[in-house]
């Protein structure tokens, strides 16, 4: 879906972008935009996308293993912005699991952005770069059946504030807060289209956000536009979730 999104003019022309995890979701739409924008784009996951993105080269990394990491960004001559999106977790309720498959969850979203983070601090400083943490409002909220994931990403916030100060003023860290997105997986996530439909209506703007969008959040996060912004979070959730107790109040409802 284009939404009409205009992403020229944010000075990353010709620049190097890391998207982690960009093959498909969120990462393709992120992907997407950074092409837009002009940027050279560098995807890295464990497997190749299934439909190649014009502009964009894959390349194949486990990012919960450090050694390859760090082989894969010195093998690249420069990088000016790098998207920490890789992540995720299966529906998994605490006590119906062992901790061991728990802290693979904490693992992939909150230590492989560090790991990620780390191997690329040098040639981001050499750049005076910036580093784009993906965050979820599941890091600020209870979430039954993804609570390591929630834990991992409150994690993720606080580690991109205290990066941005650590690294400042040659490196920018900051996090896009990210509510419900509609990928191609959404229909299993949310039970059919009857079920996206339905979940699209507890969101104020009374839809899902396209990864597309999510990428112009993260191009901007990125470009000069914001060259004074770090250590910041963006909410990118469609003005958040309607408050459960105003559809249970009685008051002021009409007869």
């Known amino acids: ?27 393709a739409g992120i ?20 439909e ?26 420069r990088v000016d912005v790098l998207v920490n999106n890789a992540g995720g977790t299966p529906y998994r309720m605490l006590a119906d699991s062992e901790a061991e498959r728990h802290a693979r969850v904490l693992e992939l979203n909150l230590t492989a952005p560090l790991t990620a983070s780390l191997a690329a601090y040098e040639q981001l400083r050499r750049a005076k770069g ?16 993804s609570a390591a994931y929630g834990a991992a990403k409150a994690g993720l916030e606080h580690l991109a504030r205290s990066m941005a100060v650590e690294w400042a003023p040659e490196v920018r ?28 209506r507890t969101v104020p703007l009374g839809r899902l956000a396209e990864p597309l969008e999510v990428g112009a959040a993260a191009v901007f996060l990125a470009s000069e536009a914001a060259a004074y912004i770090s250590g910041a979070s963006l909410l990118v959730h469609g003005g958040g979730e309607r408050p459960a107790f105003l559809d249970a109040a009685t008051a002021n409802k009409e007869s």
């Open 31 to 50: 992907a997407r935009a950074f092409v837009r924008a002009g940027a050279e784009v560098v995807v890295c996951a464990r497997r190749p996308p299934e």
């Open 130 to 145: 910036s580093v784009v943490m993906i965050g979820s409002v599941s890091g600020s909220r209870p979430s039954p059946g």
């Open 52 to 77: 190649p993105v014009e502009g964009v080269r894959f390349a194949p990394v486990d990012l919960r293993d450090a050694g390859t990491v760090r082989g894969f960004f010195g093998g690249l001559a």
């Open 1 to 27: 879906m284009d939404n009409g999104i205009g992403l020229h003019g944010t000075g990353l022309r010709g620049k190097v972008a890391v998207v982690t995890g960009g093959t498909r979701g969120v990462g």
């Open 173 to 200: 860290v900051n996090t896009l807060v990210l509510g419900m997105v509609r990928t191609e997986l959404s229909h299993l996530h949310y039970g059919g289209e009857e079920g996206v439909a339905a979940v699209s």
